[in-house]
């Protein structure tokens, strides 16, 4: 197995997870750490989970995942961006924090959305295109699980040197931050 191939793998499939959690870590003031705890457990193993779907899955759904994940990923992103936006501006115009921890719909939701693509990945893997034919699927799942889980806790918890701006425009840059995470993916 190439580590160093995996890792690359799983720091460039970490972005998505990565950039929400940090967006996230803007908004949400209450809760913080179980919400960041649940955040990047959920998004490591959705992360991990997802190239074994793929690996399962090979090439037909390396070929049906590569058509519409980019506009999930971008409806997604663009709900959530823009009901961040949204609740930022409504109201008295005074600093008033909202923002509650995700439950579990909104949870599995950011789960998907930010993992579509290592389904890909592990198609790639079933048929010896990352990895090389030696490579164990555990270890390789596990390595982007894990590696998921550390950069989303980073970014959550760097977001709060922020926090000292105004709540409203933390939440607007949070929800353009995700609106063009998922615009990225389109183009």
Request: aromatic share 8%; glycine share 12%.
């Amino acid at each position: 197995m190439n580590y160093l191939e995996i890792t690359l793998i799983a720091l460039a499939l970490a972005v998505d997870a990565t950039v929400y959690a940090f967006s996230y870590g803007l908004v949400l003031r209450q809760g913080r750490g179980m919400a960041a705890l649940r955040l990047a457990l959920v998004v490591g193993a959705f992360q991990a989970g997802m190239p074994l779907l793929g690996y399962l899955g090979g090439e037909v759904l390396r070929s049906v995942v590569s058509t519409w994940a980019p506009s999930v990923v971008l409806a997604v992103f663009g709900v959530l961006g823009g009901s961040i936006i949204y609740n930022a501006w409504q109201g008295n115009g005074k600093e008033d924090v909202s923002s509650t921890p995700l439950g579990l719909a909104g949870l599995f939701m950011v789960g998907v959305a930010t993992s579509i693509d290592a389904l890909a990945v592990g198609a790639c893997m079933a048929l010896g295109e990352i990895g090389g034919p030696q490579l164990q699927l555990g270890q390789a799942v596990s390595l982007i699980g894990i590696i998921t889980f550390i950069c989303a806790m980073a970014a959550f918890h760097s977001a709060r040197l922020l926090h000292h701006l105004p709540t409203r425009w933390l939440e607007t840059l949070a929800g353009l931050l995700l609106i063009s995470l998922g615009v990225q993916n389109i183009l």
